[in-house]
């Protein structure tokens, strides 16, 4: 078994291994064994009944949700050479009759339904006369009466299974102990299924927290960085999603707005658009998620704090389902903590509920304001230990501490000395001496704390008073328009009994944000773009998600490794038999042609010079060596920049080479010899 599923994953799928877990349950499902994966968004479920589907007798029936979603993942399957079709309401008459024929003759591998179709009388015939021989349910939660996603035809599938009798597995990223009870209990009536629980870990999004201080300018800088990449702007209010998906338009994005409050078809234009274009932004409330199935968002973006740390999870889980690089930034500031508070406490739901709702905001919190590795920190609230990721930004620049016992002592002091009756804003004018006319007549110049705090700033008092509220030293009182209360939590610190460390951030510090990353080296870049070109053209010709042609990660191996044969190109991860035969020609000529394409702006500049043409000699070694003399090395190139820099410069030596710069040990030793060999010919 284990050989043709290893086959099978490259062939068919083109992928060079199994992620995490997905050996296990597909191994258990291709043995008909009754199963529950639990594994998180993008951990690659569907591949987990699919490749079992290829190795059994007999139609596979797939049970999922979205009957949108349901047509990309049939259209998929179609391009990878599998035979699969969909029964849904959404289809043509001549859709539905060519499933059925299908069916008839038996060459179905993989059958789609939508649960409603259950609840028709003729369903469990179909499935008989097919030979139907095993049953997959995706989104398996939906079962769950008392979760968000509930779907009533799911709780017809149990009753399926018995009638027809075959195997079950179940798929979901939802792994809270309660709803995989009730999993267990409506799905497989009862009887213990085997469970594949995978962690929560998503390492290949990049976990980025700022604090907020111009939000608009803040989610337009970080934008323009990825100009080109499928993301979501989650925003806190409706009006701001129109607000900023308007202003993402005015600085040339293609970007929409989404929200509860649009008509249904307004929503399922936007969803649409979202999954066939690979360059939408969309600006949502979190009205915008169940709908989205989308391997290829390269970034999510709070421009609102979410509600609590479990919200926050999902929603950047969202990016990067292919596993390709994937990037979140999450906005911050005292307003959104006030906000949310305010929600939880002007809430209907019973007191309990509120403390535990609470305590879900402090977590949240408490990773807005980590001062180690954010991972770590969000995967040990959810029970799991790792080490430090360094693909977070604490993990790129580690915080500085300083003991801030003083200054939250003074601050404290100050809150209790006012009656807890104010806000930041007065607290820090009369902790730093700021004599307004709201100070002097109210006769807070008159405290002891009156300018107690003069050797901070106000923006380093600002800083205190958001970690502060992020740590639940101090909550907004929402019966007394966010004047600041002290909490129990801040006592020992009050008493001089414990002592407290903050970041040293100031606003100003934490609006300098690491480099985007790009997805592919500077060189890269322009054979990464007309990849993506044809891949659009292609998908816009037969009407299908750019994804469904290839994943990003696919485009992306393609640009770094060039293969220049269909050999090498069968080798690209994503690259099976089916799509080799229809897309690698077209994309092999992309490759081949696109090599000398316009030249780089860092060239251009060498134009009609000596220089010009030294460049592009020296482009020529550097290809020749970039996986070193022998071909087997580690990908190195140098960038336009530095090539630019070399042909000007004409260094003579290897020091001298290795202040130039894009240049690094690593590139002197692989490169060195032979430039400098070029450069001093006579
Ligand atoms: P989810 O678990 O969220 O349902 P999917 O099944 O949609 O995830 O898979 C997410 C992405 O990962 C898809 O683009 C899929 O093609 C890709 N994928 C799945 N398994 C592998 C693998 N073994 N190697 C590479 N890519 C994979
Ligand atoms: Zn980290």
Redesign the pocket.
Known sequence: MKDTSDAL?SRV?G?????PG?REIVEAVSEGQDTLAI?????????CYQLPALNRQGVTLVISPLIALMRDQVRALQELGIAAGALTSGNTEGETAAVHEALARRELKLLYMAPERLASGGTVDLLRRAGCSLIAV?EAHCVSQWGHDFRPDYLRIGELRRTLDLPLAA?T?TADAETRAEIIARLFGGQAPQVFLRGFDRPNIRLNFQVKNRPREQILTYAAARKGQSGIVYCGTRARTEALAQALVTAGHNARAYHGGMEADARRVVETLFQREDDLIVVATVAFGMGV?K??IRWVAHADLPKSIEAYYQEIGRAG???APADTLTLFGPDDIRLRRAQIDEGLAPLERKQADHGRLNALLGLAEATQCRRQMLLSYFGEESAACGNCDICANPVRLFNATTPVRKALSAVLRTGESFGAGHLIDILTGNATPKVRERRHDALPTFAVGKDLSRARWQAVFRQMMGRDLVRPDPERHGALRMTEAARPILRGEAEIHLREDSVTQARERPEPRALVSEEDAPLLSALKAKRRELAEAAGVPA?VIF?D?TLIEMAEKRPMDLDAMARI??VGAAKLERYGPVFLAVITGAMPSTPHPERRKLAGREAGALYDELQQIARELERGADGTEKLLTLSPACLRAIAEARPSTPEALARLRGMDAARVERFGEALLQRLHMV
């Open positions: 994953l799928f992928f060079t291994a199994f992620r997905q594994m998180p968004t993008g951990g690659g479920k569907s591949l995706d798929f990223a199935d391997p290829d389902r292919d596993g994804y994943a990660r991860s994503g």
